[in-house]
């Protein structure tokens, strides 16, 4: 199962490599990840994606709390929560992908004879089905910021 | 008075209380080696291999409670420190080592001697720190000293750019009142409610059995361990790390369990009905194959790191909190209880026990006292051991068949004598962990029982031992080949030993011992071994190499039977299964 991990974790250096090791030791994998300082810039928030069981996210939760430059750590995907993603396509002048990504809050933001720039978002589970339906055909680059979230409601993560 | 960052390090290290520092000078390490030279309260113990100066740090680590020093230089100094490091980590050993690392303008160049060893004991580490302002120094060292000895102990590495000694650059010596960081706060007190439970499972469990491991040494709970029990009187195993934190001789004590562990302790685990883990992690040598491990028992898992929890074993109560406080908590959560203990069903359940150990127990190998064999069983070298030391001394060990006969045989009735590297198995950890321990209680018998395989992974270090006057005792269990890997092969592998012999190339240990400015000795024959290990033991003043030639066919057993196998499943002698 998709699991969505949020980490709040001191801005230090070396500090991110720390998470991004313990994965590989521990024997998970990262999906996707995303990471930028928040609020002072005196700690960054990390949005992790990995797949696993509930024991297996349980465990990852537990170690990557025990790490020293870690803050807080919590699963996103334990309740109700925002989740999105956000796209940069470069791709041959194509009705086809504009009409996908249109769907997607599509926007253009470059145009020349040759090549469109297109931003979109979405759910990572629509943005995984554009990326399906795109296809290779006129497509020159894309690129994935990796899914960010939130909990909903009054739940916050937050120092 | 503004001080260079050698100074300020030594200043910050003596206020921590180090009395030793473990270490080996090298050119990115040479600024501090000379603030070194200008004090006198911390004494440098030149070590041989860097290898050496982390297993001694981790020794003297072991048998104090206090963290251990050991300092490197950069690059090949720094890569040295790594076994150390990685066997301190899988035991949870307070230690600290600081890497000297090239100037700060070279970093990521390539130049002489560059190693990334934060990058490189990432893995391995609890945290780690590289100074990038001199002035930090000494609020690193506290917070490095807090981190390491607090929560889940585990060492702790430093690395410090040689620019940042440069002793023309003077710092004042400032660092905060008490160490104060937002992202570690472990937890000290354990949840009421859970005691509640676990109080309500233990006082009507009919077969329980208390587990405790080297998180009640770490937490230094043997007394609560030992109250609890009181009260309880449930029979008790000790792990491999927790050996001698419940005495040996109590008429309640299994043994240790797991691989090469007790047949009763085992068969109690397998049997339980409530299994009361303290300051153990169910470890693969313990378990057996998981999904077979102890079929009817709840489990309740004290342990200071949740991440030790229900990792292997789903714990039905799981209890998180300093091993110390946790069982006084529990302690009185007992006395305050109206549940009467059933004690006939705990009776004829310690009655159990009693047969079991009756009919398979280690003190039933009968053979070891009647076979005719002029050759030495190396069991007997461990019981011999005991009674020459009255089962007194500290005792490090290597890594193979010698170390789980000690662990089998010499009954240790005090926490911290034994010192064993067991989460990683460190050949060469002996000797150099016997150095630190004697050089923290220099007035007591300490004893490194090793292997003609394992010792010469740092018999350098006999070296430093002559240098600073360190008359321990090393007691060579010579089977003339790597022992455990034979019996394995014996025992999986049709006999073939696979690269595990090379009995005629082994050094004269006797004069190998007497070219280093030591006394050796060699026992071949039984009639001899008691004498020579009086003599040894004699022989106060001086290192004494005990080089004991034994049967080299003899096996370690009880074993568990793998894979498929579970707890009760046991090879109890050769092609005997339980």
Redesign the interface.
């Known amino acids: 199962m998709k699991r969505i991990i949020s980490i709040l974790i001191e801005n230090k250096p070396g500090a991110l490599a720390r998470v991004v090791g313990l994965f590989h030791q521990r024997g998970y994998n990262i999906e996707t990840l995303n990471v930028g300082p928040v609020f002072d810039g005196s700690y960054s928030r990390m949005t992790v994606t990995t797949r696993g069981s509930e024991n297996d996210v349980e465990q990852i939760t537990k170690q990557i709390n025990k790490i020293i430059d870690v803050i807080k750590v919590s699963d996103l995907t334990e309740g109700e929560h925002h989740e999105y993603e956000f796209i940069l396509v470069k791709f041959i002048h194509n009705e086809k992908i504009q009409k996908i990504l249109k769907k997607l809050n599509g926007k253009i933001h470059e145009k020349d004879k040759n090549a469109i720039v297109m931003s979109a978002w979405g759910t990572s589970s629509n943005i995984e089905i554009a990326i399906k339906a795109i296809g290779k055909a006129n497509l020159l680059e894309i690129v994935r910021s990796g899914s960010i979230g939130l909990h909903e409601g009054e739940k916050v993560l937050k120092i | 008075m503004k001080l260079s960052g050698g100074d300020l390090l030594l200043r910050a290290l003596r206020e921590e209380g180090v009395k030793f520092i473990f270490g080996y000078p090298g050119g990115a390490a040479l600024h501090i080696y000379d603030s070194i030279f200008k004090q006198k309260a911390c004494d440098h113990i030149l070590v041989r291999h860097e290898q050496g100066a982390t297993h001694a740090a981790d020794g003297y680590s072991r048998a104090t409670g206090k963290p251990g020093v050991a300092l490197v230089t950069s690059g090949p100094g720094a890569t040295n420190a790594i076994t150390g490091l990685a066997t301190a980590y899988m035991d949870s050993v307070p230690l600290i080592v600081i890497s000297g690392q090239v100037q700060s303008h070279l970093i990521g160049t390539d130049s002489f001697q560059e190693t990334d060893m ?2 490189i004991s ?2 391995i580490v ?3 720190f ?1 100074v ?1 302002d001199t002035k930090d120094i000494p609020k690193i060292i506290q917070e490095a000293f807090h ?1 390491a000895t607090t929560g889940r102990p585990g060492p702790v590495v430093i690395d410090i750019p040689k620019d940042k000694t440069d002793p023309t650059k003077l710092y004042e010596y400032k660092k905060p009142k008490e160490v104060s ?4 706060q472990p937890r000290v007190l354990p949840h009421p409610g859970q005691i509640k439970k676990a109080c309500k499972n233990i006082l009507s469990a009919e077969r329980p059995v208390i587990y405790a491991g080297g998180g009640v040494i770490l937490g230094n709970a043997h007394k609560e361990l030992i109250a609890l029990n009181k009260l309880l009187k449930a029979p008790v195993t000790n792990t491999l790390m927790g050996l001698g934190v419940y005495p040996a001789k109590d008429k309640y004590f299994m043994g240790m369990l797991g691989m090469h562990g007790t047949y009763q302790a085992n068969m109690a685990m397998h049997n339980a009905d409530v299994i009361i883990a303290v300051g153990a992690r169910f470890d693969d040598r313990i378990t057996n194959t998981p999904s077979l491990f102890a079929p009817n028992a709840r489990i309740i898992h004290i342990d200071v ?3 030790s929890i ?2 292997i074993i789903n714990a039905d109560i799981p209890i998180v909190g300093q091993v110390k406080e946790s069982l006084n908590a529990l302690i009185n959560e007992i006395k305050r209880s109206k549940i009467k203990i059933d004690t006939e069903a705990l009776e004829s359940w310690n009655q159990q026990v009693a047969q079991w150990r009756q009919k398979h127990g280690l003190d039933h190998e009968l053979y070891l006292q009647k076979t005719k064999s002029q050759m030495i069983l190396p069991q007997v070298v461990v019981q011999e051991l005991y009674h020459a030391t009255n089962g007194n001394a500290w005792v490090t060990s290597d890594v193979g068949q010698h170390q789980m006969f000690v662990a089998q045989y010499y009954h240790f009735n005090k926490p911290r004598r034994w010192v064993n590297s067991g989460g990683l198995g460190t050949m060469g950890f002996g000797l150099p962990a016997a150095m630190g321990v004697k050089l923290a209680f220099p007035k007591d018998e300490v004893v490194c029982v090793t292997g003609e395989g394992s010792i010469q992974m740092c018999i350098q270090e006999l070296s430093t031992c002559l240098q600073y006057n360190l008359p321990i005792k090393i007691i060579n269990i010579n089977n003339e080949a790597l022992g455990m890997v034979r019996q394995w092969q014996d025992m999986n592998y049709g006999g073939r030993h696979s690269a595990s012999t090379y009995s005629d190339s082994l050094p004269n240990f006797v004069k190998l011992a007497e070219s280093y400015g030591h006394i050796g000795m060699k026992v071949t024959k039984k009639a001899e071994l008691k004498k020579t290990l009086e003599k040894a033991f004699s022989m106060k003043d001086r290192l004494v190499f005990v080089d004991v030639y034994v049967d080299p066919n003899e096996h370690v057993y009880p074993m568990l039977v793998a894979p498929n196998g579970s707890m009760k499943d046991m090879w109890i002698k050769k092609n005997v299964k339980a």
């Open positions: 934060i990058g990432r893995p609890k945290h780690s590289i990038q981190i960081l937002r992202s570690y790191d949740p991440a229900s990792k």
